[in-house]
């Protein structure tokens, strides 16, 4: 059997060479998957247009490669990206899994992010872009203070949440750096991240 084919989307700023997504991109190569990690464009004022058209090329890459199962693992804006561009993923660019790790939320308050909001994100275009969307995100974001990811982002596109209680938004300055849960996920050795 392939081992899967990976995209990871990092979030505003990058991830950098100490951040979980870095860790994850040679934890997978290491086990046989074919991995794409690009550097969306001007990372420190991203455009959504621009990520957007970054997100098609990489999908339709990913569909290129042969291999097994597309995943699809995004951090923080890499997320408000998926759910922005859910509704225009073709069918070509479908995917068997996506996570959503530490979205933010509108009231971030912060300016280089207000381009990507509102989202339009719908259930349905949610569900048609990826078989299992998986929520990942902590009780205490700094990037979500008003709301929680999980109820602004949770109930209403039906995802149930894995909350990881105390985490702030699951980066480097959070702790994460390895995270062995989530190339277990990846790699389709577990199914939650929480509990």
């Known amino acids: ?5 990976v995209l990871i989307l990092h979030g505003w700023q990058g991830s950098g060479p100490d951040h979980w997504q870095s860790w994850l991109a040679g934890e997978l190569r290491a086990a046989g998957a074919t991995v794409r990690y690009p550097d969306l464009p001007a990372c420190d004022e991203p455009c959504p247009d621009r990520w957007a058209s970054a997100l098609h090329e990489e999908l339709a890459g990913l569909a290129a490669d042969p291999g097994g199962e597309r995943v ?5 804006l890499g997320c408000v990206l998926w759910l922005r561009e859910a509704a225009r993923i073709r069918p070509a660019e479908h995917v068997e899994r996506v996570a959503l790790v530490a979205p933010p939320c509108p ?26 969307t998986r929520l990942v995100c902590s009780d205490d974001d700094p990037y979500c203070p008003q709301t ?21 938004h699951l980066n480097i300055e959070a702790g994460y750096g390895p995270w062995p849960a989530m190339a277990d996920w990846v790699l389709g050795r577990r199914q939650r991240f929480a509990g």
């Open 148 to 168: 929680g990811a999980a109820q602004h982002w949770g109930a209403p596109l039906g995802l149930e949440p894995d909350v990881l209680l105390g985490q702030g």
């Open 1 to 5: 059997m392939s081992g899967p084919r």
């Open 72 to 76: 699809v693992c995004c951090h923080s």
């Open 107 to 132: 009231g971030a308050k912060v300016p280089e992010l207000a381009g990507f909001y509102p989202t339009g994100a719908e259930r349905g275009s949610v569900e048609a872009a990826a078989d299992t």
